[in-house]
């Protein structure tokens, strides 16, 4: 595993991100009743919105009130919506579980009329599974796991609810797909 | 009835409380990244005062909330859970829902589900 002891690097440019997908990066992607069309993914990218964060900052509030006045302008009320409620718990996600030292990575993107969310960060392997997961979990059945999620936050758990991912499945409809390359882990918001 | 004199709503960003004889009104958006530490505090004086004034029903007005951070859905829950005590005096908690807004939409039946027996969702206009 490749050892990051400073500050992570930004993610490549996003424009040949169909080809930066190698078959290597192990992947988390959606079923194949909702995987997005191959149209969407080799389609070429717009980053609409790039922003970069400490690990341990509190960017939240006033990064979700700036998307959600730069969104109503740029994209229409149902996908800003979308788009709001991804960016705020993906990055509430990599905030709270990034190493420290490494930057959180923010990303809006737009693909032929479709905006995606992406947050990337640097973590420890115990996370990544854990995420791989709930990831998986989401995918199999997303209402499920909404709901599974409410009742640990009802019974208190041990470990911390990820309400959010399963929100962000099930509330709004998006697919979420897990890259990781090393400690860098990507979580990407997709529309289906 | 509450008393709104007594129940100070805190001071949350993007958030309006209001508290009327009925209950409790919000409006905004919540994203504090930490609301139990003032709402949720908020909600329980609300829900001790709402025991110790032995109201049957307790309403408690969401519509005008347009975004939740996943921490504050679980305030919500904490208060299903508050009614929801098997002994002791207990009042049923009304939530008043604009059901074209996703997040209501979506979250209140499930956790109306979690504490069926003394959480009604009533669909506002």
Request: net charge positive; hydrophobic share 40%; charged share 20%.
């Amino acid at each position: 595993m490749a050892h990051n002891p400073t500050r992570a690097s930004l993610p490549a440019r996003p424009t040949p991100r169909p080809t930066q997908q190698s078959q290597q990066l192990p992947r988390v992607q959606p079923p194949s009743s909702t995987r997005t069309s191959q149209e969407w993914r080799t389609a070429k990218e717009e980053v609409l919105v790039r922003l970069m964060f400490t690990p341990g900052s509190s960017p939240l509030e006033t990064t979700h009130t700036f998307l959600n006045a730069y969104l109503a302008e740029r994209v229409a009320p149902a996908a800003a919506q979308r788009v709001c409620l991804a960016a705020y718990e993906l990055l509430a996600n990599a905030t709270n579980y990034a190493t420290l030292g490494s930057d959180v990575v923010l990303e809006i993107v737009e693909r032929i009329g479709k905006v995606s969310v992406r947050a990337s960060n640097n973590t420890i392997p115990a996370r990544v599974a854990m995420l791989r997961q709930q990831l998986e979990k989401i995918q199999a059945n997303a209402e499920e796991t909404f709901v599974s999620e409410l009742k640990r936050s009802m019974t208190g758990g041990v470990s911390r609810p990820m309400l959010g991912l399963a929100r962000i499945a099930h509330e709004v409809g998006l697919a979420l797909e897990l890259e990781t390359s090393g400690e860098r882990v990507t979580v990407t918001a997709v529309p289906r | 009835m509450l008393n709104p004199a007594s129940l100070a709503p805190p001071d949350v960003t993007s958030v309006n409380i209001s508290v009327s004889a009925e209950g409790v009104t919000l409006s905004g958006s919540i994203t504090t990244k930490e609301p139990d530490r003032s709402l949720g505090r908020f909600f329980r004086t609300v829900h001790e005062a709402a025991l110790q004034n032995r109201l049957d029903e307790l309403r408690v007005d969401v519509r005008g909330l347009s975004f939740v951070n996943s921490s504050a859905i679980r305030l919500f829950i904490d208060w299903a859970i508050w009614v929801s005590q098997p002994t002791g005096p207990r009042y049923r908690l009304r939530f008043v829902r604009n059901p074209n807004v996703t997040w209501q939409r979506v979250s209140f039946p499930a956790i109306a589900q979690l504490a069926a027996a003394h959480v009604v969702i009533e669909d506002g206009a």
